[in-house]
């Protein structure tokens, strides 16, 4: 029995740290996967990515980002803007403070890519995404409790 092994081209490797966000409903690409991917493989930038999931949807300023993950403070933009170049992170302007949050949404778009052909092209089977409203993490908008007086 022999494994199966897929390359990409050279050009996808080449444009990996260069790919950007995945624009809103699209795929993520192999390149884009790979640039992703290449984000997290570095101690601090999982250690903050893994904080922000923890954090959201508040978030936290830069300042509190590396003083929580032990990251000196004139390092730690370069590694918030790789992440949000990698579409892990998201960037918002609040008064004269920019905050930080994880972007639920390129985390579900890495997830898809790498979890697509699962159980043969149908990762659905796997039950491994979820869509928004059934997501355990508390990702999603809260549900509307009913009341129990009628």
Do not use: W
């Amino acid at each position: 029995m022999t494994a199966e092994v897929i390359c990409m081209p050279k050009t996808a490797f080449a444009a990996a740290s260069h790919a950007g966000r995945v624009p809103a409903g699209e795929a993520l690409s192999p390149a884009h996967a790979v640039a992703v991917l290449a984000a997290l493989a570095q101690p601090t930038r999982l250690a903050i990515f893994r904080l922000l999931l923890k954090h959201e949807p508040v978030g936290l300023t830069a300042g509190v980002i590396a003083d929580t993950v032990g990251a000196p403070h004139n390092s730690i933009s370069t590694h918030l803007a790789i992440l949000v170049r990698a579409g892990l992170l998201r960037a918002t302007r609040e008064g004269r403070s920019i905050i930080y949050r994880a972007d639920i949404d390129g985390m579900r778009s890495l997830i898809g890519f790498l979890v697509n052909d699962c159980c043969d092209g149908h990762p659905e089977l796997c039950k491994l995404l979820t869509s928004p409203d059934q997501a355990a993490c508390g990702c999603a908008p809260p549900k509307k409790r009913k009341s129990g007086k009628g």
